[in-house]
């Protein structure tokens, strides 16, 4: 009876559906209004359970498309970070090859590897782009934004450079404003990068902000390199020269590329000699 009766309902009520509305008797209608509510409720839940799983699979797709997206993004911001350092350094070597064009003497271009800083020595370390290069002692390195130190000590294509603020460093200056002379003397100290300007006269102008420029006295450096500029004056009563203290034009933390010049001193001072002798 009961497999009859669970036959039997799908069947009256398929049986009510299909018939025309006038053929209906009492017993579809009284079918119809039953089985109406359930149909209804049936209906919804279906339609809510579709919905639920289109969401679910539509999230999914979203995950799997935001996943694709945010490593797009991050392989293309790395690219873009990488073209940048290339570009950013092909305008460095682009500017330093200017600055060799404007350089009379010989150069050969290093790269900065290192960088040491004792309570003896403040040195940076390069790599010679070319070996072989007749490079010695105490020969200038420079930048674009000016000196940088001289040349300590050679080991193969290593090359290990004593800079401008180490306290054996020294070159002859002229404030570029005012031709008046001094003496770059690195200061030494760890705690910043400062040097002195020795033996400025007391009765030379000079003032905060005035850019010191190399000499070219000593044949060390080329004339009309920048060197350092002047933070700080002091004029005493009844001395002979002035306190200056100068911070360097060259950043040492940000330096990479450098130029070393090929010009030995002593041959130099042998040749102003022998001018000298001759005049």
Request: aromatic residues 6%.
């Amino acid at each position: 009876m009961l497999v009859v009766l669970l036959l039997a309902v799908p069947f009256f009520f398929l049986r009510a559906t299909i018939r025309r509305p006038e053929d209906t008797n009492s017993v579809d209608r009284a079918i119809l209004k039953l089985t109406s509510p359930i149909q209804d409720l049936v209906a919804r839940l279906a339609h809510g359970v579709s919905g639920i799983v289109g969401d679910y699979v539509y999230l999914v797709d979203v995950r799997r498309d935001n996943d694709q997206l945010a490593y797009d993004n991050a392989r293309l911001r790395t690219r873009v970070r990488s073209l940048e350092a290339a570009q950013a350094e092909n305008t460095r070597l682009h500017k330093l090859l200017g600055l060799r064009d404007t350089l009379s003497d010989p150069t050969v271009s290093a790269m900065v590897v290192g960088k040491n800083t004792t309570p003896f020595f403040r040195v940076l370390q390069l790599t010679v782009d070319r070996p072989n290069s007749p490079i010695k002692e105490t020969m200038p390195v420079v930048t674009l934004d000016g000196a940088v130190g001289t040349v300590r000590r050679i080991a193969g294509d290593t090359v290990d450079v004593q800079l401008a603020v180490d306290s054996g460093f020294g070159v002859d200056v002229v404030v570029e404003r005012t031709q008046a002379r001094g003496f770059v003397r690195g200061t030494g100290d760890l705690s910043r990068y400062k040097v002195y300007v020795q033996y400025v006269e007391s009765s030379d102008e000079v003032a905060v902000g005035d850019l010191l420029v190399t000499s070219g006295a000593g044949c060390r450096f080329p004339k009309g390199l920048p060197v350092a500029r002047v933070d700080k004056v002091v004029r005493k009563e009844f001395a002979v020269y002035q306190e200056v203290e100068a911070t360097p034009t060259v950043d040492f933390s940000r330096v990479q590329e450098v130029l070393i010049l090929l010009r030995d001193p002593k041959d130099c001072s042998a040749t102003e000699s022998k001018q000298g002798k001759g005049k």
